[in-house]
């Protein structure tokens, strides 16, 4: 049996925004979840590990480098897995557009200096997130990240996709994850698995029906240029007929989970 | 999710082609096909079967020839309708974009006016017959300057000499390996032939072509564009257009760069790195702007677009996962909802992983109908489980019919319907009541439903002029059975018990002033209760024009106080007093009921929802006349 040790903790706030690149010109769009690169973000805020702006700055000083190729966040924790648990009314969040300003012309430089912005933001998102350690990642990454989550300590604070809406990291806990076969449903985000069959004639759970979600959200940086490369994330409740092989699951507090 | 749609779209086509051209519509103009091969006179004499006039009703169009033009329109137009895509760059008086097309304003070269006849600006429009063909010369060979334009694509960034080489080398590679139908045409002869031979017929017959054209016009009027194309394959056409594309279906080129066997760059339409909104580009970040798509993708997204704009703008338009591109909304899956402003640009787009038919909705209802025979308003029990006629319902009650059109996104002004209290509130919840009418979550209106049907209530008393009550009833009615759909309940009571206990409070009461003992009440709930009849009775017998509801402001205000209360219902009944008959017993007994009892607890929740439920809900003082009492009308 393969087990792995995991970290575990629930990520919630009043409000949320991830940012999709692919429309600027007049509402700012939010994913409907956190992705893996907010994600890790968001742990390299705790670790106290260097973002954009510092890795901006690093490349204008020494040039383009194996050390500068990414942010310092993802260059340390890109080979960290994850799973993301996503709360809410069948795993979706509302979603709200705000309108507000920034009429600090100097930061904007809007013509008129008057930015009006205009912003989806999710409503109190709540995830439960797993870190798991594995063979990829260094060591010391990982026991420095578990201890600081266990330990409610952070370097900078963690946020939501932007410092207006802070983060709420609740109930830390280490557990362990255990390697399964028999798929019969996944309970996190996942990569969608070509050649998975979900079993149609099912009855759905009690109270509910049956739900399927799919998006295309970031997954890498592009190591030449650092811009998003997506896949398709899913989540549903349908139960599973089948499933490829090659597919890797682990069991974790009673849930089925695949890593991101 | 603009990147889901793509991706599905692509998909779709692949499958389907026509799907691209289901949606396409030709501008209104004169469209014309010609063989080069073929003299002008030859030409002239199969010409009736050769064009179609695109006007606004469409009449004079050849069906079959209009589908092939919306092929052959499609691969000669400019990207975006965008000026700035075009290839006659300045002049922008050619608007086709290969050679094998001719397109161009007929105002810009049927002229009815002699030059000397029109004035320096007019002469600056248009082309008279020998600029025409001297432009065509030279539009020509910009197209053949243009055609090379792709290979600027590759990003050398190399300064020095030998380093630049290399680079080149290896663009020239690159493109040798993954665009290979782009290189190759570059020095076919025969395309090169026939891109001479086009431009040879236009000049030599142009003409010919514009006195056909004139006479065509003065007997069949068409405006607009004139639009020649050349009869050579589709699969001609599809490349010229590649060439073009490739190179103009970026917004900034300087963004261009490769990954793997692919050329990325940012993509035009909805997306903006405008010198004038410096904001929008990554500033501190490596990767300078939000987003990098193949060619592919591009031209999909930009064909999407179009796809998105034909089921027109400013409602927001719903589309289930798996059958995005057929509309058919059965399907037991996610949802897509989306929609585009004027200019195209998204306003709204949501992905839900439900669709709300899955989800069922109870609302019990109580709905009131006037019978003509009786001539009484009657009161019968329904449920409501469709979505579509709940939000009819909400609608019609709680908006005054004013949740029209674009009312998501839309702005919401102030009118004689909307007052500002009804803007706010529209405002704020309007997003709550969509995910809950149209995308079946209940998680945002939920919390907010209480105090948001209690204030669109209080709005109504207070806006409502005198027989607007049946309304405002109803609109009770519906807060009620929304409470008790979304499980809210009122001091642990249920919408849909609290409307039967209205009925039970109403029939008991009436059974207990009918009999002329002497009437005392139960209990601090029908205290409320009665308290709200006698307001309403006494508001009732005011003799204003345009009385309104806002009567029963300072009653309602006091409803946490009862003994504020009793001296607001005696400041009414001084007020009203000359117009009450001192032998009606009903109104009598009740009175003194109400004004000699004392509620043991503090008032609750539910104390005042009796309150404004015995303002509203029929009324026992107007009940029609028994044996003994004075004939009452009901308002």
């Known amino acids: 049996m393969i087990c792995l040790e995991t970290v575990a903790f629930e990520l919630k706030g009043k409000f949320a925004f991830f940012k999709k690149p692919d429309v600027n010109s007049k509402i700012y769009f939010t994913y409907s979840h956190i992705h893996k690169i907010a994600l890790l973000g968001?742990?390299?805020?705790?670790?106290?590990y260097g973002g954009y702006t510092q890795q901006y700055e690093a490349i204008r000083e020494a040039g383009t480098n194996k050390d500068n190729q990414y942010p310092e966040f993802y260059q340390c924790l890109k080979h960290l897995n994850v799973a993301i648990v996503p709360h809410g009314d069948c795993g979706y969040f509302a979603k709200k557009i705000q309108s507000f300003n920034n009429s600090v012309g100097y930061a904007s430089r809007e013509e008129g200096g008057n930015l009006i912005v205009r912003e989806q933001w999710l409503?109190?998102?709540?995830?439960?997130?797993?870190?798991?350690?594995?063979?990829?990642?260094?060591?010391?990454?990982?026991?420095?990240?578990?201890?600081?989550?266990?330990?409610?300590?952070?370097?900078?604070?963690?946020?939501?996709?932007?410092?207006?809406?802070?983060?709420?990291?609740?109930?830390?806990?280490?557990?362990?994850?255990?390697?399964?076969?028999?798929?019969?449903?996944?309970?996190?985000?996942?990569?969608?698995?070509?050649?998975?069959?979900?079993?149609?004639?099912?009855?759905?759970?009690?109270?509910?029906?049956?739900?399927?979600?799919?998006?295309?959200?970031?997954?890498?940086?592009?190591?030449?240029?650092?811009?998003?490369?997506?896949?398709?994330?899913?989540?549903?409740?349908?139960?599973?007929?089948?499933?490829?092989?090659?597919?890797?699951?682990?069991?974790?507090?009673?849930?089925?989970?695949?890593?991101? | 999710m603009i990147m889901d749609f793509t991706k599905m779209y692509q998909e779709a086509v692949k499958k389907n082609q026509s799907i691209l051209f289901d949606t396409y519509k030709l501008k209104r103009g004169i469209y014309i096909l010609l063989d080069y091969h073929k003299t002008w006179e030859q030409n002239l004499d199969s010409i009736e079967n050769s064009y179609v006039i695109i006007d606004r009703t469409e009449t004079y169009v050849n069906k079959s020839l209009q589908e092939k033009f919306k092929k052959l329109d499609y691969y000669s137009s400019v990207l975006f309708d965008s000026s700035n895509k075009m290839v006659d760059l300045p002049g922008r008086k050619i608007h086709s974009i290969t050679p094998l097309a001719f397109f161009m304003k007929e105002q810009t070269f049927l002229l009815d006016k002699k030059k000397e006849d029109m004035s320096a600006a007019e002469q600056k429009k248009v082309l008279f017959p020998d600029e025409l063909k001297k432009h065509?010369?030279?539009?020509?060979?910009?197209?053949?300057?243009?055609?090379?334009?792709?290979?600027?694509?590759?990003?050398?960034?190399?300064?020095?000499?030998?380093?630049?080489?290399?680079?080149?080398k290896e663009r020239d590679q690159f493109f040798t390996e993954n665009y290979p139908d782009l290189v190759s045409a570059l020095k076919d002869p025969v395309r090169l032939n026939r891109n001479h031979d086009i431009r040879k017929y236009l000049i030599e017959n142009m003409d010919q072509i514009i006195l056909w054209l004139k006479a065509i016009k003065e007997r069949t009027n068409f405006s607009n564009y004139?639009?020649?194309?050349?009869?050579?394959?589709?699969?001609?056409?599809?490349?010229?257009?590649?060439?073009?594309?490739?190179?103009?279906?970026?917004?900034?080129?300087?963004?261009?760069?490769?990954?793997?066997?692919?050329?990325?760059?940012?993509?035009?339409g909805d997306m903006t790195v405008n010198g004038k909104k410096p904001y929008l580009k990554h500033r501190t970040m490596r990767t300078e702007v939000p987003l990098r798509l193949s060619v592919d993708e591009a031209i999909a997204r930009k064909d999407l677009y179009k796809w998105l704009e034909s089921h027109g703008k400013f409602i927001t338009q719903k589309y289930s996962y798996q059958e995005l591109l057929k509309q058919d909304l059965r399907s037991e899956e996610g949802m897509y909802y989306l929609s585009l402003d004027t200019d195209s640009s998204v306003i709204y787009l949501d992905n839900v992983p439900f669709n709300a038919r899955q989800r069922k909705v109870r609302v019990p209802f109580r709905e009131i109908q006037y019978n003509k025979e009786l001539k009484t308003y009657q009161e019968t029990d329904k449920e409501i489980y469709d979505r579509a006629e709940l939000f009819g319902w909400v609608n019609r009650f709680f908006f005054k019919n004013q949740l029209?059109?674009?009312?998501?996104?839309?702005?919401?002004?102030?009118?004689?319907?909307?007052?500002?209290?009804?803007?706010?509130?529209?405002?704020?919840?309007?997003?709550?009541?969509?995910?809950?009418?149209?995308?079946?979550?209940?998680?945002?209106?939920?919390?907010?439903?209480?105090?948001?049907?209690?204030?669109?209530?209080?709005?109504?008393?207070?806006?409502?002029?005198?027989?607007?009550?049946?309304q405002i009833l109803q609109a009770y009615y519906l807060r009620l059975g929304l409470l008790d759909c979304l499980d809210v309940k009122i001091d642990e009571m249920k919408g849909e018990d609290i409307m039967d206990y209205l009925s039970e409070l109403y029939h008991n009461t009436d059974h207990d002033l009918d009999n002329n003992n002497f009437f005392a009440i139960e209990n601090d709930r029908q205290f409320y209760y009665l308290a709200g009849q006698l307001t309403y009775y006494l508001a009732a017998q005011s003799e204003a024009a345009n009385m309104t509801h806002d009567l029963y402001r300072p009653v309602m205000m006091a409803v946490g106080n009862p003994e504020k209360l009793k001296e607001q219902l005696e400041e009414m009944r001084k007020i009203y007093g000359y117009r009450l008959r001192h032998n009606y017993q009903r109104f009598n007994y009740a009175y003194a009921a109400v004004m000699g009892y004392s509620p043991d607890e503090k008032t609750t929740q539910l104390d005042k929802e009796l309150m404004l439920a015995g303002l509203l809900s029929a009324n026992l003082f107007f009940k029609k006349k028994t044996k003994n009492d004075e004939k009452e009308i009901d308002v």
């Not at chain 1, 968001?42 to 106290?48: A, D, E, R, V």
């Not at chain 2, 290979?151 to 050398?156: D, F, W």
């Not at chain 2, 960034?157 to 630049?164: E, F, V, W």
């Not at chain 2, 149209?438 to 049907?453: D, Q, V």
Request: proline content about 5%; aromatic content about 14%; charged content about 25%.
């Open chain 1, 42 to 48: 968001l742990l390299g805020s705790i670790l106290g």
């Open chain 1, 123 to 260: 409503e109190n998102p709540h995830w439960t997130i797993y870190l798991f350690k594995n063979n990829e990642m260094d060591t010391t990454v990982f026991e420095n990240l578990k201890r600081a989550i266990i330990h409610r300590q952070s370097v900078y604070v963690p946020y939501l996709g932007k410092n207006d809406h802070m983060a709420v990291i609740d109930n830390p806990r280490v557990c362990e994850s255990t390697l399964i076969r028999d798929v019969h449903e996944i309970n996190s985000l996942y990569y969608e698995i070509p050649g998975i069959i979900f079993d149609d004639f099912a009855d759905p759970p009690e109270n509910s029906s049956f739900y399927y979600f799919e998006e295309m959200m970031p997954w890498k940086l592009d190591p030449k240029l650092n811009y998003y490369k997506f896949r398709t994330v899913c989540l549903t409740n349908k139960f599973i007929e089948s499933i490829p092989r090659k597919s890797v699951f682990y069991k974790t507090e009673g849930k089925t989970l695949a890593l991101l």
């Open chain 2, 136 to 168: 065509i010369e030279e539009f020509y060979q910009k197209l053949e300057q243009f055609d090379d334009g792709f290979l600027n694509l590759y990003p050398i960034t190399a300064h020095k000499k030998k380093d630049k080489q290399q680079q080149l």
């Open chain 2, 226 to 268: 004139v639009k020649i194309f050349f009869d050579v394959p589709v699969e001609d056409y599809q490349q010229e257009y590649k060439l073009y594309v490739v190179q103009k279906i970026y917004t900034v080129n300087d963004y261009c760069a490769i990954d793997g066997s692919n050329i990325v760059g940012l993509p035009s």
């Open chain 2, 404 to 470: 029209q059109g674009s009312w998501l996104t839309g702005e919401i002004s102030v009118n004689q319907v909307i007052t500002p209290t009804l803007q706010s509130i529209i405002l704020q919840s309007r997003q709550a009541w969509f995910d809950f009418l149209f995308k079946g979550s209940a998680s945002a209106i939920r919390p907010m439903i209480n105090r948001l049907t209690l204030e669109l209530i209080t709005e109504l008393i207070v806006t409502s002029e005198r027989g607007g009550r049946t």
